[in-house]
Nanobody, 125 residues
Framework: QVQLVESGGGLVQAGGSLRLSCAASGRTFSSSTMGWFRQAPGKERDFVAGINTSGGITYYADSVKGRFTISRDNAKNTVYLQMNSLKPEDTAVYYC??????????????????WGQGTQVTISS
C-alpha cells in the first residue's frame, strides 16, 4: 500500500498557475508509477498526466498538453503537477494515484490501486 496526500490546490484566475504536490509513504515510492486525475462536478474522473518510476517517461491528456507538467522527486517521495495557463474548465478535484509498474495503460484509473483524498482547484474567469 501507498498512502498519498495531495496539497497545493486553491483558487486562481484564468491564465494563472498552480503547483500540486503529492507526498507518498508506505510501499517504496520509487517503484510506483504515478498519475494525476481530476473530477469536475457531475463528471467522471479523467486522466490528466502520468509518469514512470524514473520520471523519464510522461503522459498527458490532450486537454493539458503544453500547459501541465508532471514530475517526481524520488528522494522526497513526491510527485508534482505544475499547471500553467489555467482555464476555467480545469476546475476540478485533483487526485494523485499510484500503482506498480507494468499495470497497463496509464490513462485508465482502474489500473491504479492507491488514491489520495484529492485537492480542489478552482479557476475563475
Amino acid at each position: 500500500q501507498v498512502q498519498l496526500v495531495e496539497s497545493g490546490g486553491g483558487l486562481v484566475q484564468a491564465g494563472g498557475s498552480l503547483r500540486l504536490s503529492c507526498a507518498a509513504s508506505g510501499r517504496t515510492f520509487s517503484s510506483s508509477t504515478m498519475g494525476w486525475f481530476r473530477q469536475a462536478p457531475g463528471k467522471e474522473r479523467d486522466f490528466v498526466a502520468g509518469i514512470n518510476t524514473s520520471g523519464g517517461i510522461t503522459y498527458y491528456a490532450d486537454s493539458v498538453k503544453g500547459r501541465f507538467t508532471i514530475s517526481r522527486d524520488n528522494a522526497k517521495n513526491t510527485v508534482y503537477l505544475q499547471m500553467n495557463s489555467l482555464k476555467p474548465e480545469d476546475t476540478a478535484v485533483y487526485y494523485c494515484a499510484a500503482r506498480p509498474p507494468g499495470s497497463g495503460s496509464y490513462y485508465s484509473g482502474t489500473t491504479y490501486d492507491n488514491w489520495g483524498q484529492g485537492t480542489q482547484v478552482t479557476i475563475s474567469s
